[in-house]
Nanobody
Framework: QVQLVESGGGLVQAGGSLRLSCAAS????????MGWFRQAPGKEREFVAH????????LYADSVKGRFTISGDNARNTEYLQMNSLKPEDTAVYYC?????????????WGQGTQVTVSS
């Protein structure tokens, strides 16, 4: 089972920035799309952003549009999430996820999550 490993979480003040990274443990995984989700305490996991490698297109949740930027390197199965102008409501565990080429549309691969805490 291919694992995704996140890094870059931490504690930051409101208005600050963080950059999350995610890499697949094996380069044999051919990914179609990679993305980020988050889960705040007591809430369901929600979509944040994704990038589709075939055309480089991106999609963002309205709550992060204009503040977060997703990017990555398809060949290395690596993605990043640059988070600017952070707000306390961005506090959550952030998860990296991937869709395989052989299973498009299904977020079949997940990381264990990295904590992001934004203080007011």
């Amino acid at each position: 089972q291919v694992q995704l490993v996140e890094s870059g979480g931490g504690l930051v003040q409101a208005g600050g920035s963080l950059r999350l990274s995610c890499a697949a443990s094996e380069r044999t995984l051919s990914t179609y799309r990679m993305g980020w989700f988050r889960q705040a305490p007591g809430k369901e996991r929600e979509f944040v952003a994704h990038i589709t490698w075939s055309d480089g297109s991106t999609l963002y949740a309205d709550s992060v549009k204009g503040r977060f930027t997703i990017s990555g390197d398809n060949a290395r199965n690596t993605e990043y999430l640059q988070m600017n102008s952070l707000k306390p409501e961005d506090t959550a565990v952030y998860y990296c996820a991937a869709q395989a080429q052989s299973n498009r549309g299904v977020w079949a691969h997940w990381g264990q999550g990295t904590q992001v805490t934004v203080s007011s």
